[in-house]
């Protein structure tokens, strides 16, 4: 929500900003947090529910689907984040 209101502050939504840019805010959101999903949408977010792009079995390289429940804070559900790829509209990440 901080990011959110960051954004708010430079947009043409405020009109102090000067700015003729708008914004959508996307949460891009893994399908075992759905519950989670109900706040960001009351707060104006698009929420998208995805499962990740890939099983760790898909992934060829044997030290890091070995490893990469290691990386970052959720291995490969991390991958979700590729998601944003896919949105309908043409965005700016």
């Known amino acids: 929500l901080v ?3 960051s954004i708010h502050k ?4 405020n009109p ?7 914004y959508k805010m996307y949460a ?5 947090a759905r519950e989670c999903a109900r706040v960001l949408e009351k ?6 529910v995805v499962d990740p792009p890939l099983k760790k079995h898909d992934i060829r390289g044997e030290f890091l689907r070995t490893h990469i429940h290691r990386e970052r804070c959720c291995g490969h559900d991390e991958f979700i984040k590729l998601e944003a790829y896919r949105l309908p509209e043409e965005i700016i990440v």
């Open 43 to 48: 707060t104006g977010f698009e929420v998208v």
């Open 16 to 22: 102090n900003s000067g700015s003729k840019y708008d």
């Open 10 to 13: 430079i947009s043409r939504r």
């Open 28 to 32: 891009i959101v893994h399908t075992q």
């Open 3 to 5: 990011l959110r209101h």
